[in-house]
């Protein structure tokens, strides 16, 4: 049985840091690219990073880049997202996500929309970020 689970959310200053976990059971991490999406209150659904299981190649979000890193440990089926200089517009729930159709195949793969979670079946439950003076 696949399943995500999140952690390492809570609530932070601005320009505070927080790595969250995402650790993954039911199958090999290592063959699956795997992202991370959030969505803020009112807001829809928004990708923040991705980590490609076929190249090692690693994208962001514009409104993150630079100021997030997407890692992987495969030997312990988790992937990190480490998130400084945070702001008030990171505040929200953070999800790690992923498909069978992302078995040994990059991130480019992920389409579809808010939505339909971006035609992904496999999420967590998600772990709140709260950015907050």
């Known amino acids: 049985q696949v399943q995500l689970v999140e952690s390492g959310g809570g609530l932070v200053q601005p320009g505070g840091s927080l790595r969250l976990s995402c650790v993954a059971s039911?199958?090999?991490?290592?063959?699956?690219?795997i992202s991370w999406f959030r969505q803020g209150p009112g807001l829809l659904l928004e990708g923040v990073s991705c980590?490609?299981?076929?190249?090692?190649?690693?994208h962001y979000g514009d409104s993150v880049k630079d100021r997030f890193t997407i890692s992987r440990d495969n030997a312990k089926n988790t992937v990190y997202l480490q998130m400084d200089s945070l702001k008030l517009e990171d505040t929200a729930v953070y999800y790690c996500?992923?498909?069978?159709?992302?078995?040994?195949?990059?991130?480019?793969?992920?389409?579809?929309?808010?939505?339909?979670?971006?035609?992904?079946?496999?999420w967590g439950k998600g772990t709140p970020v709260s950015v907050s003076s």
């Open positions: 996500a992923t498909d069978e159709s992302l078995r040994n195949q990059p991130c480019t793969e992920i389409s579809g929309t808010p939505e339909d979670n971006y035609g992904l079946n496999y």
């Open positions: 980590s490609s299981s076929t190249d090692g190649h690693t």
């Open positions: 039911g199958f090999s991490l290592e063959e699956y690219t």
